[in-house]
């Protein structure tokens, strides 16, 4: 009788051993996959910023080539220069505004003109 109980008592022991060695077990899983999740979400981060950041010199590129093009319709070879600011071809302007009603830019190209033309009226 003493002896069954030993053995009950035993087996009872290696059973909860083998619950707890379980319960570790998917404790350790949990965090493996919570630390996956995590690196995941960095990983997606990364790449996000990276696009943004592409995304931001494609339009600075853009920016500088778009004034590059604006300079050389007009005839602006140095827009820092104060002197030379506001020297430009009223000819080649006119038939830029002209013409610009099948471009896309038409309106930027007469908000352009027509600022350009208030500017030097006021000199």
């Given at each position: 009788?003493?002896?069954?109980?030993?053995?009950?008592?035993?087996?009872?022991?290696i059973l909860l051993l083998?619950?707890?060695?379980?319960?570790?077990?998917?404790?350790?899983?949990?965090?493996?996959?919570?630390?996956?999740?995590?690196?995941?979400?960095?990983?997606?981060?990364?790449?996000?910023?990276?696009?943004?950041?592409?995304?931001?010199?494609?339009?600075?590129?853009?920016?500088i080539a778009y004034n590059?093009?604006?300079?050389?319709?007009?005839?602006?070879?140095?827009?820092?220069?104060?002197?030379?600011?506001?020297?430009?071809?009223?000819?080649?302007?006119?038939?830029?505004?002209?013409?610009?009603?099948?471009?896309?830019?038409?309106?930027?190209?007469?908000?352009?003109f027509l600022t350009m033309?208030?500017?030097?009226?006021?000199?």
């Amino acid at each position: 009788m003493m002896m069954m109980i030993i053995i009950i008592l035993i087996i009872i022991i290696i059973l909860l051993l083998l619950l707890l060695l379980l319960i570790i077990i998917i404790i350790i899983i949990i965090i493996i996959i919570i630390i996956i999740i995590i690196i995941i979400i960095i990983i997606i981060t990364i790449i996000i910023i990276i696009i943004i950041i592409i995304i931001i010199i494609i339009i600075i590129i853009i920016i500088i080539a778009y004034n590059k093009y604006v300079e050389s319709i007009l005839g602006i070879e140095d827009q820092d220069a104060q002197e030379n600011r506001f020297n430009f071809n009223p000819k080649k302007l006119y038939s830029l505004l002209k013409n610009s009603k099948k471009d896309a830019q038409c309106i930027s190209t007469q908000v352009l003109f027509l600022t350009m033309f208030q500017e030097n009226q006021l000199l």
